[in-house]
């Protein structure tokens, strides 16, 4: 988030603050979730799995490890990201709003208190 707060900043330093944070919590919050999504992925498969009581792993094998490997196998390093474009969409949005209300209310701590 600083990285893009400052470079947005010093390239375009016709825009507001108002228009960097924004811009630089929904890149950031954007990158993070595009990192982490093959993770995400896989825990919602292993939630989509009939209870199987506590058993954590099938075969000698984690079931999270075995399903990564699935999907793998049968879409490939594109199956891992298999409905980025909406989580993407969402964390922008999201994180852009985040750090919005985080850089107001910190402004507004350093000029009242």
């Given amino acids: ?16 603050k108002t228009v960097t944070i924004p ?49 793998l196998k049968k879409r490939g390093l594109v199956g891992l990201y298999s409905g980025v474009v909406p989580s993407l969409m969402r964390a922008f949005i999201v994180s852009s709003s985040r750090f919005t209300v985080y850089e107001g209310t910190m402004s507004l701590i350093e000029t009242y208190c």
Avoid: C, M
Avoid at 1 to 16: P, T
Avoid at 37 to 60: A, C, E, R, W
């Fill in 1 to 16: 988030y600083e990285y893009f707060k400052y470079h947005l900043a010093e390239g375009y330093s016709h825009l507001s």
């Fill in 23 to 71: 811009i630089s919590g929904g890149i950031a919050g954007a990158i993070g979730w595009f990192v982490s999504f093959p993770l995400d992925l896989v825990k919602s498969n292993i939630q989509q799995q009939p209870p199987s009581g506590y058993i954590i792993h099938t075969n000698g094998k984690f079931r999270a490890i075995s399903i990564a490997k699935d999907i």
